[in-house]
C-alpha cells in the first residue's frame, strides 16, 4: 500500500515537475529501479551531486516494488513508457532485455574501463563481447564475529581452516555463546552464506567457475564437493533446532550477542550496525594454508542500463559515465554501506566494518556466485538445488558425494557445453 | 390430441434474462480462464512465439524424470495431506459437533466461536503464527514441553524432513476444523426430535443413539464434508508457501502439487517460469479433482440414504 502511494506521489511529482520546468532545453531523465529502500539517497545526495555538475539535466528516481519490478518494467517497456535509464537485474533477466532490444549497447560508453571484467560478467552477451549495463554495486561474502565473544575468550581472527574449526570448538566448549549461527530452514542461508561463501576457495574462484561453464569441470569434482565436505563439518556448531532456524532468526541469534560467528553477507553490515550492542569484526572465508591464495564471493548485484528507446540517449549516457566514475561510487558505497562499488578505483569509506570487507579485494582474488551465470537457464534449475542440497548436507540427509552427484546429473540433462 | 389442442407455449425470454448475468459473470471469471489454461497446456514457448505440441508437455511431465520425480513426490505428499485431514480434521469434527450439541454443555456458543476463528484467519497469519510457535529459538512450543518434563520430545518439526509434512497438515487441520465441526453440528440439529425420543422410547441412548441413530442421519453431510476436504487439499497452497517458502522445504518433503505448480508456473529466483509447464500441472491438478469429485458423486453420493421427516 504504501509503496502504491509512494509511486502514485512520485508519478505526480514527476509530472508536475516536468510542467512547471522554466527552460525548455532542460532534459529529464527518468530511473526505473526496485531499490525503493534507496530513494532517500537518491533524492539527496546522488542527484543533486549530479545535477550540479551537470546544469540542464534533471533525473528523477521512480523505483517500484522489487516484486512487482520486472513484471512492470516488461509491461512499460512494451508500452514504450518505461523510464530512459534501467535498473539491471545481474545476469539472464538483464540478458533477455538485451536480446530483445530494450537496453542499449554501453560497451564503447566513457567510464565503462573503470571496471573488470568479473565486474562487467553479469550484464555481458554470453561472448562478453557486449556490455549493456554500467555495474554499480556488489556484496561480498564472508563471516562477521562478535569482537566482545572473541576477546573474551581469547580467540585470534582465523586464517586457516584449522585455526577456523579450532576456534568454533573453543567457542563450543565454553558454552556462553553459539558457535556460528545459520539455519536450513530457508534453504538458501546454506547454499549462499555457505556454500558459494567458502566454495571459491576450493574452486578457485574465476578459474572454476569459468572451466564448470566451459564443461571441463564437473561439480562432482574434488574442488567442487570438498566445500559440502566442511558444510558438513558445520553442523554441530550450529545452534539448537538450527533445521527450523529461519534467516530473520539468524539474523536475530547474532545481533541479540548469543552466536559468535555470522556466516554473512555484506548487504548485512546497514542492519547489524543498528542492532548489534557490540563491537563486530569481520573475516574472509579461511584458506587451507597460511599464504594460500584467497577467494571471496564479490557478487555482482545492481547495474544500470539505458533504454534502447530513450529520446534522452545523450543525457543517459552523460548520467552513465557519471554512475561509472568514482564520484558516484564514494557517494553511493558510503551511504549503502555492504553495497560495495564495482569500480577499480578504491573507494574510501567511512564504515568499519565494510572497509574491512572491501580490504579483501585488495588480498584475495573475486569471483561471482558460481551458479548465477548461464548454469541456471534450465530445468531443474541449478540454483534452487543447490539451495536443496546445501541444506540437505548440513541436515545430513545427503552426504557430499550424493548432493554433487544430483546437482550434476541436474544440470547434464540440459546443460551441454560446447567443448 | 392434447399437444395440438394446447396453445403453443411462447419462448420464455426471461429464463435466459436472467440467467445470463450469472452465465456471463461465470463464464468470463471461470470458464474461459480454465479453457486458457487447458490451451495453454497443449502449446509451448519456442523462440518466443507459443507452438502447438499437442501432449507434448504432459510426456514432459510424466517422461522426464527432472519433472515426473517432482511431480510424483508433490502428489504423494499432497495425498498424505488429504489422508490426516481426513483422519483428523474430519473425525474431530465429528466429535466436537457431537459434543457441543450435546444439551448439558455450557458455555457451547463460546466454544463454538473460538474453535471456529482459525477459519476465518489469513494463512499468512496461521502460518507466521505456527512458525513462532513451534520455532526453536523463540517458540511457546519447547518452553510448554518443558513445564510438563517433555522437553526431549521436541525437535524443531518444520526442518525435519519426516516431520515437517505431517506438522503442517496438522496446522492446516486446526486452522479448518471449524468448518467440519459447524457443517455437522448443523446437521445434528436438523435431527427432528420425533425420531430421538421414538429412540429414546426403544432404550437407544447415549453412544448407541449417536451411532445408531445420529450418525446415519449426518452421513450426508459427512460425505459433502469430505469432498470439501479433497477439493480444498488438493488446491492447497497459501500455508506451505507462507510456512516453508516456494521451495517447500527441507528437501521438497512439504511440496505439494500447488506450491509445484507455482515454482514451474512463474518460476522463483534464478528459474525462470514457464507458464506452458505450469498450466499442464494445473490441468492435472483440475483432472485429479476432478475425478475425485466425479467417484463421490457417482459412486458414494447415489447410494447414501436420504432420509425424509
Avoid at chain 1, 529461519?246 to 539474523?251: G, I, R
Wanted: charged content about 15%; hydrophobic content about 45%; proline content about 6%.
Amino acid at each position: 500500500m504504501t509503496t502504491k502511494l509512494l509511486t502514485a506521489l512520485l508519478l505526480g511529482t514527476s509530472i508536475l515537475g516536468s510542467a512547471g520546468l522554466a527552460h525548455a532545453e532542460d532534459v529529464t531523465l527518468n530511473i526505473e529501479s526496485w531499490r525503493g529502500d534507496d530513494l532517500a539517497i537518491w533524492k539527496d545526495k546522488l542527484i543533486p551531486a549530479f545535477e550540479a555538475k551537470n546544469p540542464g539535466i534533471k533525473v528523477v528516481f521512480a523505483p517500484s516494488a522489487p516484486t512487482e519490478y520486472d513484471a512492470a518494467l516488461g509491461a512499460k517497456l512494451a508500452a514504450g513508457s518505461a523510464g530512459d535509464l534501467i535498473t539491471c537485474r545481474p545476469f539472464d533477466k538483464s540478458l533477455e532485455l538485451f536480446k530483445k532490444g530494450n537496453l542499449a549497447d554501453l560497451s564503447a560508453l566513457p567510464g565503462m574501463e573503470n571496471f573488470s571484467p568479473v565486474a562487467k560478467s553479469a550484464w555481458q552477451t554470453d561472448d562478453g563481447k557486449a556490455s549493456f549495463c554500467v555495474p554499480m554495486a556488489s556484496v561480498i561474502h564472508g563471516f562477521i564475529y562478535n569482537k566482545d565473544a572473541f576477546d573474551k575468550l581469547g580467540i585470534k581472527v582465523p586464517q586457516t581452516r584449522d585455526e577456523f574449526f579450532a576456534a568454533l570448538d573453543k567457542i563450543k566448549a565454553d558454552g556462553t555463546y553459539i558457535p556460528m549461527a545459520m539455519g536450513t530452514k530457508d534453504l538458501w542461508e546454506a547454499a549462499t552464506m555457505g556454500y558459494q561463501n567458502i566454495g571459491p576457495n576450493y574452486w578457485k574462484g574465476e578459474d572454476g567457475r569459468k572451466a564448470l561453464i566451459k564443461g571441463d569441470q564437473k561439480l562432482t569434482d574434488k574442488d567442487w564437493v570438498a566445500p559440502y565436505e566442511e558444510l558438513a563439518k558445520w553442523k554441530p556448531y550450529l545452534g539448537d533446532g538450527f533445521e527450523a532456524q529461519t534467516y530473520p532468526d539468524s539474523q536475530n541469534l547474532f545481533t541479540l550477542g548469543r552466536a559468535a560467528i555470522y556466516p554473512a553477507g555484506s548487504w548485512e553490515i546497514g542492519l547489524f550496525n543498528t542492532q548489534a550492542q557490540f563491537k563486530m569484526g569481520a573475516f574472509p572465508p579461511p584458506v587451507e594454508k597460511a599464504g594460500d591464495t584467497c577467494y571471496i564471493s564479490d557478487h555482482t548485484d545492481i547495474g544500470m542500463g539505458l533504454n534502447a528507446a530513450s529520446k534522452h540517449a545523450d543525457a543517459a549516457k552523460t548520467f552513465l559515465s557519471w554512475v561509472a566514475s568514482p564520484d558516484f561510487a564514494t557517494i553511493y558505497a558510503n551511504a549503502l554501506p555492504g553495497f560495495f562499488s564495482l569500480n577499480s578505483s578504491p573507494v574510501k569509506m567511512q564504515d568499519p566494518l565494510a572497509q574491512e570487507f572491501v580490504s579483501w579485494r585488495g588480498k584475495c582474488k573475486s569471483t561471482i556466485r558460481s551458479t548465477y551465470q548461464i548454469l541456471s537457464r534450465g530445468t531443474p534449475n541449478l540454483e534452487n538445488e543447490t539451495w536443496v542440497e546445501s541444506a540437505n548436507v548440513i541436515n545430513g540427509t545427503d552426504t557430499p558425494e550424493a548432493a554433487a552427484k544430483k546437482l550434476q546429473t541436474g544440470l547434464d540433462s540440459w546443460y551441454h557445453p560446447a567443448k | 390430441m392434447a399437444a395440438q389442442t394446447r396453445p403453443k407455449r411462447p419462448f420464455r425470454w426471461h429464463i435466459a434474462v436472467f440467467l445470463a448475468p450469472a452465465v456471463l459473470v461465470y463464464t468470463a471469471i471461470m470458464i474461459l480462464p480454465l479453457a486458457g489454461t487447458l490451451q495453454l497446456s497443449l502449446f509451448r514457448n519456442v523462440d518466443q512465439s507459443q507452438i502447438f505440441v499437442g501432449l507434448d508437455n504432459f510426456r514432459t511431465l510424466f517422461g522426464d524424470p527432472n519433472w515426473s520425480v517432482n511431480f510424483w513426490n508433490a502428489l504423494r505428499n499432497n495425498v498424505w495431506f488429504f489422508i490426516i485431514h481426513m483422519l483428523v480434521q474430519n473425525p474431530v469434527g465429528v466429535l466436537l459437533a457431537a459434543l457441543l450439541s450435546s444439551p448439558k454443555l455450557r458455555f457451547s456458543a463460546f466454544y463454538r466461536t473460538a474453535i471456529f476463528v482459525p477459519t476465518i484467519l489469513s494463512f499468512v497469519i496461521v502460518g507466521f503464527a505456527w512458525k513462532l510457535i513451534l520455532s526453536p529459538l523463540w517458540g511457546v512450543a519447547p518452553h510448554l514441553l518443558d513445564f510438563v518434563g517433555l522437553k526431549s520430545l521436541f525437535t524443531p518439526w518444520l526442518g525435519k524432513e519426516q516431520y515437517a509434512l505431517t506438522a503442517l497438515s496438522l496446522v492446516s487441520v486446526w486452522q479448518f476444523i471449524g468448518i467440519p465441526m459447524m457443517l455437522i453440528y448443523a446437521a445434528l440439529l436438523s435431527i427432528p426430535e420425533e425420531v430421538i425420543e421414538a429412540a429414546e422410547c426403544d432404550g437407544i441412548t447415549g453412544l448407541s443413539q449417536f451411532w445408531k441413530i445420529k450418525l446415519p442421519l449426518i452421513l450426508p453431510s459427512i460425505g459433502i464434508i469430505s469432498i470439501l476436504t479433497f477439493v480444498g487439499n488438493f488446491n492447497a497452497f497459501d500455508l506451505i508457501y507462507t510456512a516453508q517458502g516456494a521451495l517447500a522445504g527441507p528437501n521438497y518433503s512439504t511440496d505439494i502439487l500447488g506450491t509445484f505448480l507455482y515454482r514451474a508456473f512463474f518460476g522463483f529466483q534464478l528459474q525462470v517460469g514457464d507458464p506452458n509447464m505450469g498450466a499442464t500441472i494445473a490441468t492435472i491438478m483440475f483432472l485429479i479433482i476432478l475425478g475425485g469429485v466425479c467417484v463421490y458423486l457417482f459412486l458414494i453420493q447415489t447410494r447414501l440414504r436420504r432420509y425424509q421427516f
